[in-house]
């Protein structure tokens, strides 16, 4: 199981704890942003209690989706290789 995979709540999605880090530990390592982090970065971008330090992940993610520096990949998650 992922560390950031989401679990809904009430109000909105959340990640589970140390979900953030773990999702861009994995996508700077590997360059690749799966369908599971995908996931892992909606559910931070709808947190609304993120921290200002979760915010700047957060930016950097997509700062990094933006200018092309990830490769986009179809896999549910970099842990199952097919």
């Known amino acids: 199981m992922n560390h950031y995979c989401i679990r809904p709540t009430?109000?909105?999605?959340?990640l589970l704890?140390?979900?953030l880090s773990d999702l861009y530990l994995a996508v700077s390592n590997s360059m690749k942003i799966t369908l599971a982090d995908r996931y892992g970065l909606m559910a931070a971008v709808c947190?609304?209690?993120a921290t200002e330090e979760e915010?700047?992940?957060i930016n950097?993610?997509?700062w990094l989706l933006g200018k092309g520096k990830l490769?986009?990949?179809n896999e549910i998650s970099a842990?199952?290789?097919g």
Do not use: A, D, S
């Open 10 to 14: 009430e109000n909105f999605l959340c």
């Open 17 to 19: 704890p140390c979900g």
């Open 47 to 49: 947190n609304p209690t």
């Open 55 to 57: 915010l700047r992940v």
């Open 60 to 62: 950097r993610l997509c």
């Open 71 to 73: 490769q986009v990949v």
């Open 79 to 81: 842990l199952i290789q």
